[in-house]
Nanobody, 123 residues
Framework: VQLQASGGGVVQAGGSLRLSCAAS????????MGWYRQVPGKERELVAM??????GNYADSVKGRFTISRENYMTVTLQMNSLQTEDTAVYYC???????????????????WGQGTEVTVSS
């Protein structure tokens, strides 16, 4: 099971970017999916998270500007509008997945992370 993130880039303040993350591989379930971000010297922080039911939770700093969407069972997107220089970070896709490795696999949800995608917002 893997998470593949895409969509980072460089944008001017006030602009928009859309991140996408797709899970691949055989799974019993893909539960929560979301995004974290990290800047050098700081801890990774939650940006937005959505459950399998589709409801979203957001960091206060991005409420009203970012929208997380569960496109389908295996894909989550993050629409980022009104970007600020403070949003500059490496963004990481996250999911809680119960992988299916074949006969005998027990149902065991675990944390999975995608590779980071860099977002740079210039002033």
């Amino acid at each position: 099971v893997q998470l593949q993130a895409s969509g980072g880039g460089v944008v001017q303040a006030g602009g928009s970017l859309r991140l996408s993350c797709a899970a691949s591989g055989r799974t019993f379930s893909v539960n929560a999916m979301g995004w974290y971000r990290q800047v050098p010297g700081k801890e990774r922080e939650l940006v937005a998270m959505t459950t399998s039911g589709g409801s979203g939770n957001y960091a206060d700093s991005v409420k009203g500007r970012f929208t997380i969407s569960r496109e389908n069972y295996m894909t989550v997107t993050l629409q980022m509008n009104s970007l600020q220089t403070e949003d500059t970070a490496v963004y990481y896709c996250y999911a809680t997945i119960a992988p299916d490795y074949g006969p005998g696999t027990k149902y065991k949800p675990s944390d999975f992370w995608g590779q980071g995608t860099e977002v740079t917002v210039s002033s």
